[in-house]
């Protein structure tokens, strides 16, 4: 089945200096090849059954400043059978992502980031992001493999996300290792199902003790843990809405004597119960209309008979449903 992001189409512009040069990658069936400028954009792809090593990894060790977009495009039943990154991976010592307007539909991997890790240089203000995009039904009933969004470094955003019936040992939701102050706003988690007792399924830590994390106009409804949010450093949840949700033991735990705070939040759940200091202020009493928000979602749609589109790197093509991206800098 074909999956069509529902949604208008954004540019290289809109995110990176229009000046820089890049090679595109649109609705084409090749190999990825060496750009001068390191920089790289693949928009309107479709990556479908590619279950042995994933849709794209990219391992960049040089020192030539990478930057790299992905729009409008579509993951389903992309897997990593042995490593990190199910549908998506990327490493770059001095690199930037920029995922926008995504789809993915049951990616799996055994180890971290079901389906994506991205890891980006630890320098502010490189970019790595997540905007306007749906990641549903990452993992299966094994509840193999964890962290379902892993982003590592950078200036770390999410906005406009929807992250559904997922089903995942830990981190069923994400988890941010940020350099700056980060925050995700205007996004859905919904149905999200852990088994196992110690972790949390929401994650924020860093690199120093002054960042601050921001969950902003946010909705939580039917997840199912033992454990829900946790934060290393100081977390403020601003507008967001929790519905209906089976959180066994602690709603919110915190470390590093850093406090959790929660304003005009709307609960229609026992609690919050939480471990540590949690400051709670203007609790909304009803969840309608002030406290639903809306976030971006995905339709399969019946797949026409066109061919699939691809991009290829140093990597053939094993069988009709198998490629990888993969690019190198030495």
């Not at 995110?15 to 040069?21: A, E, G, P, Q, V």
Request: with cysteine.
């Amino acid at each position: 089945m074909q999956i069509l992001p529902l949604i208008l189409h954004n540019t290289w512009k809109d995110f990176f200096d229009s000046s820089i040069s890049y090679t595109l990658y649109r609705k084409k069936r090749e190999y990825l090849n060496a750009s001068p400028t390191n920089s790289y954009y693949i928009s309107h792809c479709l990556f479908i059954y590619l279950n042995q090593t994933g849709a794209i990894r990219i391992t960049d060790t040089s020192t030539n400043h990478l930057k790299f977009l992905i729009d409008t495009s579509s993951f389903d039943k992309c897997e990593h059978q042995t490593d990190q990154g199910g549908s998506f991976f990327m490493i770059s010592n001095k690199g930037e992502c920029i995922q926008n307007k995504i789809c993915s539909f049951n990616s799996k991997s055994p180890k971290e980031g079901t389906y994506c890790k991205v890891t980006v240089s630890s320098t502010s203000p490189f970019k790595n992001y997540i905007l306007d995009s749906s990641i549903s039904t990452s993992g299966d009933d094994s509840f193999q493999g964890t962290r379902n969004i892993y982003l590592y470094n950078g200036e770390t955003h999410m906005k406009s996300i929807n992250i559904s019936f997922s089903k995942l040992e830990l981190r069923n939701l994400y988890e941010f290792y940020c350099c700056s102050n980060s925050n995700v706003s205007l996004s859905t988690f919904s149905n999200n199902t852990s088994t196992i007792t110690e972790y949390h399924q929401e994650y924020h830590t860093g690199s120093s003790d002054s960042i601050e994390f921001k969950v902003l106009f946010c909705n939580y409804f039917a997840n199912s843990c033992n454990y829900f949010i946790a934060t290393d450093y100081d977390l403020i949840l601003s507008n967001c809405s929790f519905n209906k949700n089976n959180i066994r033991f602690w709603y919110f735990t915190h470390t590093n004597n850093k406090q959790v705070q929660l304003k005009g939040c709307y609960f229609n759940d026992p609690g919050p119960i939480s471990f540590g200091s949690v400051t709670i202020t203007e609790q909304v009493i009803s969840n309608y209309p002030d406290n639903n928000y809306l976030s971006n979602t995905c339709l399969r749609m019946i797949e026409e008979d066109t061919e699939d589109e691809e991009i290829k790197v140093n990597n053939k093509r094993r069988n009709k449903f198998i490629f990888l991206i993969f690019l190198a800098s030495l």
